[in-house]
């Protein structure tokens, strides 16, 4: 059984169509990143297979579940499912560790309080009050609530918005550790190096259309995409760019008899590929 399971989902505001006829199929243990610009309809399409929204057509199913779906069933599928969304509601006058605490009430097999604390690196603001944190300790905060339930299925809206570069690096390490728990993640988010670090596969939307789902390495035909290698060459830099980068540098080989000086070649990068694919799609 595929983790989700979408055909044909449209969804519109009024006049406007945030989403149009999208297909997907995420499988079970797979990480799979959502990437489009902004009011593409990746949270709405998310906020869908969540349950927050009714779409206006198509088939959904979320761990073989209805999300719209009631009752007892729904309830023991919420258990299964963790979510952080893009903005968190407050609830500043508990501290951390209460909130955290608070929410494992919820779950039938949660996680235990300290281990995730531990885990979003919040340790020494255990016993802070939430509107004391920092932003990015806050998003780490949500998190943490998201991931309490020990979920099988874990929905990620932008999880490292005002994160540290370091801070995002750890916050990698552990959805890596999730990966290898075995749990299904859909991540959305804006940083492309985050989607290649993270992801088995991406898909892009634009405007309430999925342009393509790939692999980060394949996207857009970036694995056989021309690389460009340069060096120097006396005074100055010379580039080239080829479909054939081993024959190429063969022959610079033998024409400097040994190391070519400050030698680089470049492929295009999972940004380099999205951003061609989100301006062909606008023109
Ligand atoms: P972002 O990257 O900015 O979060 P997104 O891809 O998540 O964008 P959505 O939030 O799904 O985009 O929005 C898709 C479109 O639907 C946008 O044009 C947005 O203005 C519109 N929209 C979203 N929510 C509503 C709403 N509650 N009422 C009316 N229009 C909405």
Redesign the pocket.
């Known amino acids: 059984m595929a983790a989700i399971e979408v055909t044909g989902l449209t969804k519109s ?2 006049s ?1 169509h ?1 989403v149009r006829g999208i297909d997907l199929t995420i499988a079970m243990g797979e990480i799979f990143a959502l990437l ?10 998310v906020e869908i297979l969540e349950g927050f929204r009714a779409p206006d057509s198509g088939d959904v199913r979320v761990l073989g579940f209805d999300p719209r779906g009631g009752g007892h069933a729904a309830r023991q599928w919420r258990n299964r499912i963790g979510i952080v969304l ?1 903005a968190t509601s407050d609830s500043g006058d508990l501290t951390v560790s209460e909130s955290i605490k608070h929410f494992s009430g919820y779950y039938s097999n949660p996680r235990g309080v300290d281990e995730v604390i531990n885990a979003v690196g919040l340790d020494e603001k255990a016993g802070c009050l939430i509107r004391e944190l920092s932003g990015g300790q806050r998003r780490r905060l949500d998190v943490g609530l998201g991931i309490i339930g020990n979920p099988e299925l874990l929905f990620l809206d ?1 999880p490292t918005t005002g994160f540290d570069p370091q801070a995002r690096r750890s916050f990698w390490s552990l959805i890596k550790s999730f990966r290898n728990d075995g749990t299904t993640i859909l991540l ?1 988010t ?1 940083y492309l190096d985050e989607a290649e670090a993270l992801a088995d596969r991406v898909g892009v ?1 634009n405007h ?1 259309q999925m342009l393509e789902i790939s692999t980060p390495f394949e996207l857009g035909g970036r694995s056989s995409a021309q690389a460009v290698i340069s060096w120097r060459d006396g005074d100055v830099i010379k580039t080239q760019a080829t479909y054939n980068p081993t024959s190429f540098i063969g022959t610079l080989t033998s024409q400097f008899n040994g190391e070519i000086p400050e030698l680089t070649v470049i492929r295009p990068s999972l940004e380099d590929i999205y951003l061609k694919m989100i301006g062909e799609a606008h023109e």
């Open positions: 505001y009024g406007t945030a489009g610009p902004n009011g593409a309809g990746k949270t709405t399409t893009q932008e959305t804006h939307i309430g």
